[in-house]
């Protein structure tokens, strides 16, 4: 029995996500009165970004405590934490200790 191109995609959605905290938002065109634009940079906001080929997984901050992730040390899955999306790289609480 073949496997079909529906089982296929939910086979390569369903993994464990690698996050990596970066910003979104924070940049905006602006044009004046002469018609000369300019980008204005702004805050934006942090979010968790997975960077497993073909994933396009975003998520908050708030939203992203208590879930399953890859740890970028040991590449271990793990449980995010309050002490995790502190990272640009989350990492495992026993990781922590060693950096």
Known sequence: MQATNKDKEQVKLAHVHKYLRVMLGGKRLIKDDTGNSRLLNQAGYPVMKCI??????FISLELCIGRECV???CE??????????????????NCLQFT
Do not use: A, Q
């Open 52 to 57: 497993l080929p073909g994933c396009r997984h």
């Open 71 to 73: 740890c970028w040390r």
């Open 76 to 93: 271990g899955t793990m449980i995010m934490s309050n002490e995790s999306i502190k990272k640009v790289h989350p990492t495992h609480k």
